[in-house]
Nanobody
Framework: QVQLVESGGGLVQAGGSLRLSCVVS????????TGWFRQAPGKEREFVAA????????YYVDSMKGRFTISRDNAKNTVYLQMNSLKPEDTAVYYC??????????????????WGRGTQVTVSS
């Protein structure tokens, strides 16, 4: 069974940066895609970014492109989300998730098989 553990969240001022980490353990495949999602209080979960197992392809929601960067280090079984120029509206619980089959619907939460418990990111104004 695949397990994902997020870390790196915290409190940061607007304009600041955070780097989230997601350690993925268990069997994964070269077809796997790892994604980051977030959910703010009272709002639906939304897609943030995703990256293929090889790291060659990455995907972002348009509103975050240029501020957020997803990357991975397979030697450490870790996927990162570098977040720069943070805004108060980025406040949310951030989750990483694993899609073992690499669906083309990487932006849908339903495509993912396993989820972490999340890490809280709070951006103060």
């Amino acid at each position: 069974q695949v397990q994902l553990v997020e870390s790196g969240g915290g409190l940061v001022q607007a304009g600041g940066s955070l780097r989230l980490s997601c350690v993925v353990s268990g069997p994964t495949f070269s077809s796997s895609v790892t994604g980051w999602f977030r959910q703010a209080p009272g709002k639906e979960r939304e897609f943030v970014a995703a990256i293929t197992w090889s790291g060659i392809k990455s995907y972002y929601v348009d509103s975050m492109k240029g501020r957020f960067t997803i990357s991975r280090d397979n030697a450490k079984n870790t996927v990162y989300l570098q977040m720069n120029s943070l805004k108060p509206e980025d406040t949310a619980v951030y989750y990483c998730a694993e899609d073992l089959r690499g669906s083309t619907y990487y932006f849908r939460g339903s495509a993912y098989d396993y989820w972490g418990r999340g890490t809280q990111v709070t951006v103060s104004s």
